[in-house]
Nanobody, 121 residues
Framework: QVQLAESGGGLVQAGDSLTLSCEASGRSARTYTLGWFRQAPGKEREFVARFSRGSGYYADSVKGRFTISRDSAKNTVYLQMNNLKPEDTAVYYC????????????????WGQGTQVTVSS
């Protein structure tokens, strides 16, 4: 089991930047793939990005604006969000799964509590 703790959410204006952090802990944490999902009001939770085998993978809606990275020494994954838009408003959830990708990332095994990101127009 992996425990996840997110931080960095907040209220920003359109065009601003924000960085989310997620620290993973637990015996298997270092071997798990880490990533981010988000859920906007009235919508289903959706994949945002994951960091796997040294590379970032992104949803089309954030490609070119968001960058995911991982600090292995700190066992922390970051989501740098640039040029934020009102449609990026959501609760952002950190996720972890032993699989590097594929169908397992439709519903990862471990979730954080979520952090709110609100982008005003």
């Amino acid at each position: 089991q992996v425990q996840l703790a997110e931080s960095g959410g907040g209220l920003v204006q359109a065009g601003d930047s924000l960085t989310l952090s997620c620290e993973a802990s637990g015996r298997s944490a270092r071997t798990y793939t880490l990533g981010w999902f988000r859920q906007a009001p009235g919508k289903e939770r959706e994949f945002v990005a994951r960091f796997s085998r040294g590379s970032g993978y992104y949803a089309d809606s954030v490609k070119g604006r968001f960058t995911i990275s991982r600090d292995s020494a700190k066992n922390t994954v970051y989501l740098q969000m640039n040029n934020l838009k009102p449609e990026d408003t959501a609760v952002y959830y950190c996720a972890a799964d032993p699989a590097p990708g594929g169908s397992s990332w439709l519903r990862p095994k471990n979730w954080g509590q979520g952090t709110q990101v609100t982008v005003s127009s």
